[in-house]
Each structure stands twice: as C-alpha cells, then as structure tokens.
C-alpha cells in the first residue's frame, strides 16, 4: 500500500467562524484581491474590518462558472492593483476562479501553459499567492481541493489547472453562511458532495484515510440533505452538509473521482446547466451501470462490496444491497426534485460527443471498472 494525503494548511469550521477571516488575512499580505459570487455587499463587513486591520480589498465578482476569459479577467485586475493576496467568498465558482487567479499571480506565462487536457498541463514552478477560502454552498468542496475547474468555452468542455501546491493558506467554513441557501441549491450541492464522497469511496484512488473521511460525510449528508432542503434554517441539518461537503473535497483531492464527474466535465463546457444538477441527474444510474459491469467483468473487486456498504449507510439496513442504495438515490432525486438530462438542457444530440469527451476526462480514470461506450452511453440514456 502506497498513498499521499495533503489538505488546506489549516482549516477553521464552526457556526460563526467568519469573524475569524479578518483576524488571519493580514498575515498573508496587504492589498488582496476579494473574489466573490452574486451578491458582493453581503461581504461589506468583512470588507471594513479587513481595512481596520490595514488591508485593502479590490473586488472581483463571479457571477457563473468559471470560464478562461473569466481567469485572465481575474488575474488583470490582481495585477493592475498590486494585489499580493486572494480572499474566495463564494461557492465553488469563486473560489475554482479564486484558486486559479492565486496560481497565476506567481507563475509565468499564460493560463493555457498549465490547463489539463486543452493545454500543456504544465507544473506550477512557484506557490500560489495566498489565499483564504471561504465557501457559502455546502456541495463542491473546492476550499480543499488542488485544481480549479474552468470552462474552456473554445473547446467546449470543463478542465482543470491542477498542482499540489493549489491547497489554500486558510479555509473558513462556516455553516451559517448556508442558512439562506433556498432549495433549489441546497439540493443540487447537497447531491454534488453526495456524488464526490460516493465516487472516492470507490475509486481505484481510495486509500485508508479518505475511506473514514467518506463514511462520516456519506453518514452525514444521507441523514440531513433532505432535512437541509425542506428546512433551510435548521442549523444542525446545514452543519451536516458542510462537514459533509469539506468531506468530499479532502476525499477527491486524495483519491480519484469516477464516470459522474467524467460526464459532467465534458457537459459542462456544452450548457451553462450547473455542475450539481448533472452530478445528480447521473448518479443513479452510474452506479447501476458501475455495478452491474463490476459483477460480470470483476466479481472479486473490492468496489462491489464498497457499493454495499454505500447502500447500508444510506438505507440505515445492515442487509442493504448495492441495488437498494441505487433506489435511495433515485427516492432521493424524486424527493429533490431532480429533473432528467433533457430538462436541463443536456439532449440525445449531445450524446456521442459527450460519450467522447467522458472518456478523456481525468476524473474517469477514477471510476472503479473502465466502462465501455455502449455502457456510458447506456447511462446518458437512462438519466435522459
């Protein structure tokens, strides 16, 4: 057995702990380029308070997700202002944009030098700028992840700027900050950390550490993501969920993910539908498919009992099977009112093209037995 296992250099998680990013940011520098989502006024206070403790703040908003021109945009505005450090407040798009603006302020040459897959996949020579992460969803996990995900609009698919040096100075998590969420992104989130901590758990990936780490975010997210949805404010439920989604992060950023994530890289760069609501369309029947392929090509393979386990979690029944956990995803997805492939603007048409682009994504490699065509597009057409 042979594993690596590396995380955020520190990590604060609590129910109130955003008064703690004014009191650590200034150690990291003194002009800091503040990234955020929709709605950058909500930050106002951390803005004054950071500026009390000498710290400047230029703004950069993320209104979607992340796509190449929005990086180098980012990086223009870091560098036309002297900014020497790099504040995310935001979902995943913030901080994806935030992660790879930080890894471009101290590494020459273009963005492309270091894109997977549609670049040169170049190593990053130096750290990144300091950065703090800060999410507001409970679903990505990319405070504590090492790539960021960008949407190369002129190839049209999701890739990643990935190093191990991309792991924050800082993570805040706050489950507070959740409370607002309204169901829609409280469901698609919640489905997108339920999907991460799935896929790593079964991974070819998985290792002793992360397997703990996945069973007591799946045991969390399984008990309180339909709570969470129903009930916004219940502080318990929301806590769940972003333990729950730091979880996923540490997990996939030490393991692999699988074939959800590999479709959804390639969709991603087809419709601006968000990266949660395919995870969920697509989980389901991934791991029917997963299973029914592991039991008559790998009948030995460790990933089978995994899939058991999976289901006895979720199900809360000692005797589940792999196929009882797929009908608690599928209750689940008609509780969160999950809608098909075609509903979200992913039609047959796009199909083949994403069968393609599955195959070529990097979180593939991850998935347990290597698919055929017929079986991924088999999967398209049962989510569709």
């Known amino acids: 057995m042979r594993f690596e296992f590396a995380t955020a250099g520190r990590i604060i998680f609590g129910q109130g702990c955003i008064g703690e990013v004014a009191d650590a940011a200034p150690s990291l520098g003194r002009h800091c380029l503040l990234v955020t989502g929709k709605n950058p006024h909500r930050w106002q206070g951390i803005v004054d308070r950071l500026k009390n403790r000498g710290l400047g703040t230029v703004l950069f908003q993320v209104a979607s997700e992340p796509t190449t021109a929005t990086v180098q945009q980012g990086l223009s505005r870091a560098r036309e202002n002297g900014c020497d450090c790099v504040l995310a407040i935001g979902g995943g798009s913030a901080i994806d944009t935030a992660k790879a603006v930080a890894a471009l302020m101290s590494n020459p040459g ?3 030098d270091y894109l997977e897959v549609v670049g040169r996949a170049r190593p990053l020579i130096s750290p990144p700028a300091p950065y703090i992460a800060v999410p507001t969803t ?8 090492r790539n960021a995900v960008i949407i190369a609009e002129e190839h049209g698919i999701k890739v990643s700027l990935r190093s191990p040096l991309m792991l924050p100075s800082l993570v805040v998590v ?12 409280t469901a698609s989130t919640g489905l997108d950390a339920l999907t991460q901590l799935v896929e790593s758990f079964v991974s070819s990936g998985a290792n002793p550490l992360t397997d703990g780490i996945c069973r007591e975010g799946l045991a969390r997210a399984c008990r ?7 009930d916004g404010r219940n ?4 806590e769940d969920m972003a333990l729950a989604s730091l979880f996923s992060g540490i997990a996939l950023a030490n393991a692999r993910l699988g074939a959800v994530h590999g479709f959804a890289a390639a969709a991603g760069g087809r419709c601006r539908t968000p990266h949660g ?6 989980l389901p ?3 029917e498919v997963n299973v029914r392929a592991l039991k008559r090509r790998m009948p030995e393979s460790r990933a089978l009992e995994r899939f058991k386990e999976v289901a006895r979690i979720m199900t809360g029944k000692a005797s589940a099977t792999a196929e009882d956990g797929i009908d608690w995803l599928k209750n689940l997805g008609s509780f969160l009112h999950v809608e098909p492939l ?9 199909f083949p093209e994403l069968v393609t682009g599955a195959r070529r994504a990097s979180s593939m490699r991850g998935n347990p037995i290597v698919l055929t065509d017929d079986e991924l597009d088999e999967i398209l057409h049962k989510a569709r």
């Open 342 to 350: 075609h509903s979200i603007g992913i039609d047959e048409g796009l």
């Open 235 to 238: 502080a318990n439920a929301r």
């Open 110 to 112: 273009e963005l492309a």
């Open 138 to 145: 409970a679903g990505t996990g990319s405070e504590v992840t």
């Open 174 to 185: 706050d489950p507070d900050l959740t409370l607002s969420l309204p169901p829609g992104i």
């Open 224 to 230: 309180s993501i339909r709570t969470a949805y129903e």
């Open 277 to 282: 609501l395919i995870c969920a369309a697509l």
């Open 285 to 287: 029947h991934v791991m």
